[in-house]
């Protein structure tokens, strides 16, 4: 069975870093689409970034430049490094996982960040 956990989530100034991390149990996750995603309260789930099994990575515009991912795949682990944080970064951020052909979706429980001076 397919669980993901995620994990370094906390509050953080403006500008500050952050990374977070997806573990993976059950499938490995090179072989699988992953994505983080991030809703703030009120507001609709939104694709952060996306890793394909071939490797290309997708970002939401926003993001672009701020924020890296990236997978270990000795650690079963996708990580999102999140630079020059802002206040709208605010939300709980949550891994999802794929399987090829679009077959099964997973969700991890998420892990909040909060980026406040």
């Known amino acids: 069975q397919v669980q993901l956990v995620e994990s370094g989530g906390g509050l953080v100034q403006p500008g500050g870093s952050l990374r977070l991390s997806c573990t993976a149990s059950g499938t490995t996750v090179s072989q699988n689409l992953v994505g983080w995603y991030r809703q703030a309260p009120g507001k609709p789930r939104l694709m952060v970034a996306q890793?394909?099994?071939?490797?290309?990575?997708n970002y939401r515009e926003d993001v672009k430049g701020r924020f890296t991912i990236s997978s270990d795949d000795d650690k079963n682990v996708v990580y999102l490094e999140m630079n020059s944080l802002k206040v709208e970064d605010s939300a709980v951020y949550s891994c999802n996982l794929v399987t090829p052909g679009g077959m099964r979706s997973y969700w991890g429980p998420g892990t909040q960040v909060t980026v406040t001076s």
């Open positions: 890793v394909t099994r071939t490797g290309n990575k």
